[in-house]
């Protein structure tokens, strides 16, 4: 044995994408045998509870619809409220699943194969979640129509040069080709779960798995339209909280007008998303028994993601405070130290604390490997991107150019339940996903295990790719992968 | 000559035509997805075409050793990349210049600036639905029939199976020699897929 040959033997047995030394046909049982079991009395019990959150939701809508948005604690300065912080809350969620999918893909990151599954499934709900709230904003539901371009009675059309209606376009269109990408992963699982079923589930598996055999000129075009569904996601995911923030930055209002909102945004999205992953994947892996296909050192990869963001959305902080003061500006400069100081600090430094200083624990090593550990700071990063959003928009508008007009803003008990509702919608849907479909791509960490290149079997199985006499496609060095 | 044309473009969907005597084609399994590779490798070098592997994941080098070349895909995604631009620059001008021209502080009714995160957006939109549509299409899916259920050792197939299948309208298959050339490969539980064109 040479050195190139040791030497990749040691890249390989570097950190294990699967333990517990499964086979192939354990990870189809692990995965598959929750969606075919009895439905556990817990499982009911939490529905219930997410059930009834949906509800508070929907009763609140209906309030809100009946009396129109004056029930909202909206007022005269500040006229855009918890509906647009709760709006960029959950499509910053909902960018950690495409970052999952698409760009780890791109990047050839084989761990994330254990958790894109359920991080694309929370990407999707959380956009639904996001989605109410610009079709309830409008107050008349019944125009919300209008935010399309839809030929119409009045011969009214959307003006393309509003920022609004580009997040129209951003948000629909990364909603719906999260939904294909995920659809296109789930088809040879439906087909997993098809093949083990019988009578009317197997009907059912079958409509949806629409006659997958794992055909190889099949995989052929998948993985061809996988890579491609990759690449016009990663630019797609970047795009749609650049949008977002251009909602706020395309503006004139001081602490808004800012070039570097975009970065900062996108920085801030896969930040919340990386610590909502963690906060669900660290409860389901234990409940579904999963813990050999998401393994600790995936848990600590994404541990590091979010101290990275979060570093990155902290250094955003210090850098507009920066360049307020650089600006010479007076109004900018006040908006900034009243974000600080103002009647609103308490949010401020909610934020900073959750979002700037907690994360930093993650350079110990111990600490982001510890469960409970994560568990609480990604709570806390939850909590303090919410707070962020509740900063950057109600601080930003409390106190305009005009002291005559300046108010405080707070929440009526409307806008908290119709928040605490869409928590309810959200696990509505992460309920049924988790009992109804496969909860880890199986195809995909079978493909990355060892045992699943075909030059594990040369040269006796040992697991080196050593023998390069043997087959043709040795020679154009795809073994190498 | 139109029909043969048709059974050939279904051919490399893995769609085949059954011979008279309803015989599908010939299934064999192999144990693992190296073995596999070396007899999907020694099937074509035999001269057989109307083939397909069949493994619960995608096996790298597989492609070329069953001789196919790239997937187009691509060409369709670029199709809809394209439509989506055109779509999106069309819309845009007609109702700022045609539709509803409004002044907004003197702005161009029309202009590229603006107009680019809805280009971006459609852009993406159509060639990301073209690319899903495009591989099922390509792929012959949906296909709530295949033969190839019939056997119940396939069902296997999305759990820990690797199969071979060689159809019998390639030509050169013979039922015998083509169950023996399967043997001779290592393949086990060789079995004779039958289209019975019937629910089992």
Same mark, same amino acid.
């Not at chain 1, 855009?80 to 999918?101: K, Q």
């Not at chain 1, 075909?454 to 154009?476: L, Q």
């Not at chain 2, 971006?120 to 899903?132: D, I, N, P, R």
């Given at each position: 044995?040479?050195?190139?040959?040791?030497?990749?033997?040691?890249?390989?047995?570097?950190?294990?994408?699967?333990?517990?030394?499964?086979?192939?046909?354990?990870?189809?049982?692990?995965?598959?045998?929750?969606?075919?079991?009895?439905?556990?009395?817990?499982?009911?019990?939490?529905?219930?509870?997410?059930?009834?959150?949906?509800?508070?939701?929907?009763?609140?809508?209906?309030?809100?619809?009946?009396?129109?948005?004056?029930?909202?604690?909206?007022?005269?300065?500040?006229?855009?409220?918890?509906?647009?912080?709760?709006?960029?809350?959950?499509?910053?969620?909902?960018?950690?699943?495409?970052?999952?999918?698409?760009?780890?893909?791109?990047?050839?990151?084989?761990?994330?194969?254990? !958790?894109?599954?359920?991080?694309?499934?929370?990407?999707?709900?959380?956009?639904?979640?996001?989605?109410?709230?610009?079709?309830?904003?409008?107050?008349? !539901?019944?125009?919300?129509?209008?935010?399309?371009?839809?030929?119409?009675?009045?011969?009214?059309?959307?003006?393309?040069?509003?920022?609004?209606?580009?997040?129209?376009?951003?948000?629909?269109?990364?909603?719906?080709?999260?939904?294909?990408?995920?659809?296109?992963?789930?088809?040879?699982?439906?087909?997993?779960?098809?093949?083990?079923?019988?009578?009317?589930?197997?009907?059912?598996?079958?409509?949806?798995?629409?006659?997958?055999?794992?055909?190889?000129?099949?995989?052929?075009?998948?993985?061809?339209?996988?890579?491609?569904?990759?690449?016009?996601?990663?630019?797609?995911?970047?795009?749609?909280?650049?949008?977002?923030?251009?909602?706020?930055?395309?503006?004139?209002?001081?602490?808004?007008?800012?070039?570097?909102?975009?970065?900062?945004?996108?920085?801030?999205?896969?930040?919340?998303?990386?610590?909502?992953?963690?906060?669900?994947?660290?409860?389901?892996?234990?409940?579904?028994?999963?813990?050999?296909?998401?393994?600790?050192?995936?848990?600590?990869?994404?541990?590091?993601?979010?101290?990275?963001?979060?570093?990155?959305?902290?250094?955003?902080?210090?850098?507009?405070?920066?360049?307020?003061?650089?600006?010479?500006?007076?109004?900018?400069?006040?908006?900034?130290?009243?974000?600080?100081?103002?009647?609103?600090?308490?949010?401020?430094?909610?934020?900073?604390?959750?979002?700037?200083?907690?994360?930093?624990?993650?350079?110990?090593?111990?600490?982001?490997?510890?469960?409970?550990?994560?568990?609480?700071?990604?709570?806390?990063?939850?909590?303090?991107?919410?707070?962020?959003?509740?900063?950057?928009?109600?601080?930003?508008?409390?106190?305009?150019?005009?002291?005559?007009?300046?108010?405080?803003?707070?929440?009526?008990?409307?806008?908290?339940?119709?928040?605490?509702?869409?928590?309810?919608?959200?696990?509505?849907?992460?309920?049924?996903?988790?009992?109804?479909?496969?909860?880890?791509?199986?195809?995909?960490?079978?493909?990355?295990?060892?045992?699943?290149?075909?030059?594990?079997?040369?040269?006796?199985?040992?697991?080196?790719?050593?023998?390069?006499?043997?087959?043709?496609?040795?020679?154009?060095?795809?073994?190498?992968? | 000559?139109?029909?043969?044309?048709?059974?050939?473009?279904?051919?490399?969907?893995?769609?085949?035509?059954?011979?008279?005597?309803?015989?599908?084609?010939?299934?064999?399994?192999?144990?693992?997805?190296?073995?596999?590779?070396?007899?999907?490798?020694?099937?074509?070098?035999?001269?057989?075409?109307?083939?397909?592997?069949?493994?619960?994941?995608?096996?790298?080098?597989?492609?070329?050793?069953?001789?196919?070349?790239?997937?187009?895909?691509?060409?369709?995604?670029?199709?809809?990349?394209?439509?989506?631009?055109?779509?999106?620059?069309?819309?845009?001008?007609?109702?700022?210049?045609?539709?509803?021209?409004?002044?907004?502080?003197?702005?161009?009714?029309?202009?590229? #600036?603006?107009?680019?995160?809805?280009?971006? #957006?459609?852009?993406?939109?159509?060639?990301?639905?073209?690319?899903?549509?495009?591989?099922?299409?390509?792929?012959?899916?949906?296909?709530?029939?295949?033969?190839?259920?019939?056997?119940?050792?396939?069902?296997?197939?999305?759990?820990?199976?690797?199969?071979?299948?060689?159809?019998?309208?390639?030509?050169?298959?013979?039922?015998?020699?083509?169950?023996?050339?399967?043997?001779?490969?290592?393949?086990?539980?060789?079995?004779?897929?039958?289209?019975?064109?019937? #629910?089992?």
């Amino acid at each position: 044995m040479d050195k190139t040959l040791a030497h990749t033997a040691d890249f390989h047995d570097e950190a294990p994408l699967v333990t517990g030394n499964l086979s192939f046909h354990d990870i189809t049982e692990i995965v598959s045998s929750h969606t075919e079991k009895k439905t556990p009395l817990a499982w009911f019990g939490a529905f219930g509870l997410a059930l009834s959150g949906l509800m508070l939701m929907i009763t609140m809508i209906a309030y809100l619809v009946w009396n129109g948005t004056g029930v909202w604690g909206l007022n005269n300065p500040v006229g855009w409220g918890y509906a647009i912080v709760n709006f960029v809350f959950w499509v910053g969620i909902g960018h950690a699943g495409t970052l999952i999918s698409a760009i780890l893909f791109l990047f050839r990151q084989q761990w994330r194969t254990a !958790i894109n599954r359920s991080a694309e499934a929370m990407t999707i709900f959380a956009v639904i979640c996001a989605l109410v709230f610009p079709g309830i904003h409008v107050g008349r !539901i019944w125009v919300a129509y209008w935010m399309f371009p839809i030929p119409n009675q009045m011969a009214m059309w959307p003006q393309f040069k509003s920022p609004l209606l580009w997040d129209v376009f951003a948000v629909s269109t990364y909603f719906t080709i999260s939904a294909a990408f995920w659809y296109v992963g789930l088809v040879p699982d439906l087909a997993t779960l098809r093949d083990r079923a019988t009578g009317f589930r197997r009907k059912v598996m079958g409509v949806l798995a629409m006659g997958w055999t794992g055909a190889n000129r099949h995989w052929r075009n998948y993985e061809k339209a996988y890579l491609l569904l990759a690449a016009l996601a990663t630019p797609l995911v970047l795009s749609v909280h650049s949008v977002v923030s251009f909602d706020f930055a395309v503006s004139v209002v001081p602490g808004w007008h800012t070039t570097i909102f975009p970065p900062y945004f996108v920085a801030g999205a896969i930040f919340s998303g990386f610590a909502m992953v963690v906060t669900l994947m660290v409860v389901a892996r234990k409940v579904y028994g999963v813990e050999n296909i998401i393994t600790i050192d995936h848990l600590e990869k994404m541990n590091i993601v979010i101290l990275l963001t979060g570093s990155m959305v902290g250094f955003a902080y210090i850098t507009e405070f920066f360049i307020a003061w650089y600006s010479g500006v007076q109004y900018e400069q006040y908006a900034f130290t009243n974000r600080m100081f103002g009647p609103y600090a308490w949010a401020y430094w909610t934020m900073m604390s959750c979002n700037l200083f907690f994360p930093q624990f993650f350079w110990i090593k111990k600490l982001r490997r510890n469960i409970t550990f994560m568990f609480v700071i990604s709570i806390f990063v939850n909590i303090g991107m919410w707070f962020e959003r509740f900063v950057i928009t109600v601080t930003s508008l409390h106190r305009d150019y005009l002291p005559s007009s300046w108010d405080y803003y707070s929440p009526t008990f409307v806008d908290v339940l119709t928040f605490v509702g869409t928590f309810g919608l959200f696990f509505t849907f992460f309920l049924l996903f988790l009992r109804f479909l496969p909860i880890v791509a199986i195809s995909e960490v079978k493909g990355v295990l060892p045992e699943a290149n075909p030059h594990f079997y040369d040269h006796e199985g040992d697991g080196h790719a050593a023998e390069h006499t043997v087959s043709v496609s040795s020679a154009d060095g795809n073994s190498a992968h | 000559m139109l029909n043969q044309i048709a059974s050939e473009v279904k051919a490399t969907m893995g769609i085949y035509e059954a011979q008279e005597d309803q015989v599908y084609g010939v299934l064999a399994e192999f144990p693992h997805p190296g073995a596999l590779l070396h007899a999907a490798e020694a099937v074509r070098e035999a001269g057989y075409r109307h083939f397909d592997t069949h493994s619960p994941f995608p096996i790298h080098g597989m492609d070329k050793a069953m001789g196919l070349g790239n997937s187009i895909v691509g060409w369709i995604t670029l199709g809809g990349g394209i439509a989506g631009l055109a779509l999106a620059t069309t819309l845009q001008w007609w109702i700022g210049e045609v539709a509803y021209p409004i002044n907004i502080s003197g702005k161009p009714f029309f202009a590229i #600036e603006p107009s680019i995160p809805v280009m971006f #957006e459609l852009t993406v939109l159509l060639a990301g639905l073209s690319t899903v549509a495009g591989m099922f299409a390509l792929n012959g899916l949906p296909r709530p029939y295949n033969p190839l259920f019939y056997s119940t050792n396939f069902l296997r197939v999305t759990d820990d199976a690797f199969f071979l299948h060689i159809a019998a309208s390639d030509k050169m298959f013979k039922l015998s020699n083509t169950e023996k050339l399967l043997k001779d490969l290592g393949g086990k539980n060789i079995e004779t897929i039958r289209d019975k064109g019937v #629910e089992d």
